[in-house]
T-cell receptor
Framework: DVKVTQSSRYLVKRTGEKVFLECVQDMDHENMFWYRQDPGLGLRLIYFSYDVKMKEKGDIPEGYSVSREKKERFSLILESASTNQTSMYLC?????????????FGQGTRLTVV | KNEVEQSPQNLTAQEGEFITINCSYSVGISALHWLQQHPGGGIVSLFMLSSGKKKHGRLIATINIQEKHSSLHITASHPRDSAVYICAVKQAGNTGTASKLTFGTGTRLQVTL
């Protein structure tokens, strides 16, 4: 059974804290993604990575950074958390190339910044 | 205007009803996904299609490339079908190593007894 696992289901952090969200996949996928999901806005891409140590900005990268030191792990970092980063964060992975590439999602991390 | 529009935004049905959720998009695509998100957050892929029709159990997905429209049908709906259903497209030409998707805002379905 394929799996994308996010380290936490719920997190509460204080404004200004540095926050790490971890995602691990066991499918040997090259591509990994971080999204945030907000009511009425759907899923929006923050960053993605297509290989170890490779990363590209998505649609809303401001206030975030990422790290991909190993193929199976993709970390999202909030350098200085702010209340407008309160959201549901979803990680996904997929294999590269072609139009028939299915994405697999983690269970989500609901982050509240107070 | 969003590149991917879903309707309705919210849907309530009684158990046993036939349900249709619609997705329209304004860009050329190479594939369209239907996803299901239960309360609690995890997302599961239901279908990925680029033409025609696919069926899995009580779920049917169709796509009309010329009309840039897809539908998700649920036959004999059940309370366990209650979830948010999300349409997502992979834009044509986006065949690079990262398969980026553009998402609709979702349809919240509640099936009651």
């Amino acid at each position: 059974d394929v799996k994308v696992t996010q380290s936490s289901r719920y997190l509460v952090k204080r404004t200004g804290e540095k926050v790490f969200l971890e995602c691990v996949q066991d499918m040997d996928h090259e591509n990994m993604f971080w999204y945030r999901q907000d009511p009425g806005l759907g899923l929006r891409l923050i960053y993605f990575s297509y290989d170890v140590k490779m990363k590209e900005k998505g649609d809303i990268p401001e206030g975030y950074s990422v790290s991909r030191e190993k193929k199976e792990r993709f970390s999202l970092i909030l350098e200085s958390a702010s209340t407008n980063q309160t959201s549901m964060y979803l990680c996904a992975s997929s294999s590269p190339g072609g139009k028939n590439t299915e994405a697999f999602f983690g269970q989500g991390t609901r982050l509240t910044v107070v | 205007k969003n590149e991917v529009e879903q309707s309705p935004q919210n849907l309530t049905a009684q158990e046993g009803e036939f349900i249709t959720i619609n997705c329209s998009y304004s860009v050329g695509i190479s594939a369209l996904h239907w996803l299901q998100q239960h309360p609690g957050g995890g997302i599961v892929s239901l279908f990925m299609l680029s033409s025609g029709k696919k069926k899995h159990g009580r779920l049917i997905a169709t796509i009309n490339i010329q009309e840039k429209h897809s539908s998700l049908h649920i036959t004999a709906s059940h309370p366990r079908d209650s979830a948010v259903y999300i349409c997502a497209v992979k834009q044509a030409g986006n065949t690079g190593t990262a398969s980026k998707l553009t998402f609709g805002t979702g349809t919240r379905l509640q099936v009651t007894l």
